[in-house]
């Protein structure tokens, strides 16, 4: 079945270095990729989306790459804030229908 | 402020009772979902309706009954719940496209506890 794995410890890191999480996945082969911050009782919110035929992408201090060999996404933010901290969940989809599927997301806490 | 209104914001229900949540969109997307998200577990898809047809059913349990009468709402009917039913149920909009985004908006959840 499909399965998206993300680190379940959270992440703990200093403020000012760069956060990077992992999300792999298998028995899937996704059209696109999303990542997700959501805060603690509230909703997700979109943050950015990668196409199977992209290595990388980029907004502002947020850096996604999509590696569809190694089934991997990795999901950088650089210069990272205390606001940052969050939980942040991968999400894939194919244009075959509405069926998104998350991971369980991994929680980050920036120290400042 | 989110696009996309969801109410209650929070559910206490026994186990035979009956009760609804209920989802706006103020976004003029014409596909909208409901997912459960429950503690250190991923979202699960339960039902997708486009253009007021549902077009995913999860395998859902039949206590679970949603509602679609336009593109803007949707309803979750829920009875005869089960404790495990307790979760955080998000409902979610998104534009009809050429399926190749997929960008989902969210609402802020309705946390659900059944005693």
């Known amino acids: 079945s499909q399965k998206i794995e993300q680190n379940s410890e959270a992440l703990n890191i200093q403020e000012g270095k760069t956060a990077t999480l992992t999300c792999n996945y298998t028995?899937?082969?996704?059209?696109?990729l999303q990542w997700y911050r959501q805060d603690p009782g509230r909703g997700p919110v979109f943050l950015l989306l990668?196409?199977?035929?992209?290595k990388e992408k980029r907004k502002e201090r947020l850096k996604v790459t999509f590696d569809t060999t190694l089934k991997q996404s990795l999901f950088h933010i650089t210069a990272s804030q205390p606001a940052d901290s969050a939980t942040y969940l991968c999400a894939l989809g194919d244009t075959g229908g509405f069926k998104t599927i998350f991971g369980a997301g991994t929680r980050l806490f920036v120290k400042a | 402020e989110t696009g996309v209104t969801q109410t209650p914001r929070h559910l206490v229900m026994g186990m035979t009772n009956k009760k609804s949540l209920k989802c706006e969109q103020h976004l003029g997307h014409n596909a909208m979902y409901w997912y459960k998200q429950s503690a250190k577990k991923p979202l699960e898809l339960m039902f997708v309706y486009n253009f007021k047809e549902q077009t995913e059913n999860n395998s859902v349990p039949s206590r679970f009954s949603p509602e679609c009468p336009n593109s803007s709402h949707l309803f979750l009917h829920l009875h005869t719940l089960q404790p495990e039913d307790s979760a955080l149920y998000l409902c979610?909009?998104?534009?009809?496209?050429?399926?190749?985004?997929?960008?989902?908006?969210f609402g802020e959840g309705s946390r659900l506890t059944v005693l």
């Open positions: 979610a909009s998104s534009q009809e496209r050429t399926r190749r985004t997929g960008e989902l908006f």
């Open positions: 028995n899937y082969s996704p059209a696109y």
């Open positions: 990668i196409r199977e035929n992209e």
